[in-house]
């Protein structure tokens, strides 16, 4: 698994693509992607065809690459995780229709530290998260990447589950199922 990873990562690297741009040419959802390259899922053959049909190759031509290293590995993650912290971190504000004044008010920091949190020019601390996660009710798990929606943390069983269920939902499914529970409020006011 490891080494498909690598590889993976490598035919990235040669089309000089980020993971959105990667996993659009292979007709992947981009969190889908994200799991392969971080260790958290297996690649099944369907995809391997997927992404050796997107350069026009065949799985073995695809895959016939040279891995890149481990310091390149820790290198690109680097770089990956911490675009997707300032994605998280802009979604946040742009869910909440804050500025970057707004933004640390709430959370309890320095307007200018979040200025630079959200341009992308800091990295965010440890502490600095979690004061986040608490002032915006978001969960670490989303600011660090491991859950893809700014849910709250869940605190029953069955907001894990339902959450869960939910982290696995594509944006589309994810918007039919909102629409299902409107519509089901809807008539239940009625």
């Known amino acids: 698994?490891?080494?498909?990873?690598?590889?993976?990562?490598?035919?990235?690297?040669?089309?000089?693509?980020?993971?959105?741009e990667f996993a659009e040419k292979c007709g992947m959802e981009e969190g889908r992607m994200e799991r392969l390259l971080h260790g958290r899922g297996r690649l099944t053959m369907l995809e391997a065809g997927q992404i050796a049909e997107a350069f026009g190759q065949t799985v073995e031509e695809a895959f016939d690459i040279e891995p890149i290293s481990m310091e390149e590995i820790r290198e690109f993650e680097n770089t990956e995780f911490h675009q997707m912290v300032t994605e998280h971190l802009n979604t946040?504000?742009?869910?909440?229709?804050?500025g970057a004044a707004e933004f640390a008010e709430q959370c309890g920091l320095k307007g200018r530290r979040i200025k630079?949190?959200?341009a992308g020019t800091a990295k965010m601390t440890v502490v600095e998260a979690v004061?986040?996660?608490?002032?915006?009710?978001?969960?670490?798990d989303y600011l660090l990447g491991y859950y893809p929606y700014p849910l709250p943390t869940p605190k029953t069983e069955e907001q894990i589950r339902a959450?869960?269920?939910?982290?696995?939902?594509?944006?589309?499914?994810l918007a039919e199922y909102a629409d299902k529970i409107k519509e089901a409020e809807q008539k239940e006011q009625s």
Do not use: C
């Not at 698994?1 to 959105?20: C, F, P, Q, S, T």
């Not at 004061?131 to 969960?139: H, R, T, W, Y």
């Not at 869960?164 to 499914?173: A, H, K, T």
């Open 116 to 118: 630079t949190l959200l």
């Open 1 to 20: 698994m490891r080494e498909i990873r690598r590889k993976l990562m490598a035919v990235m690297k040669k089309h000089h693509m980020d993971i959105k």
């Open 92 to 98: 946040i504000a742009r869910i909440h229709n804050v």
């Open 131 to 140: 004061k986040i996660a608490d002032g915006f009710n978001v969960s670490l």
């Open 163 to 173: 959450f869960e269920i939910i982290g696995r939902m594509s944006l589309d499914e």
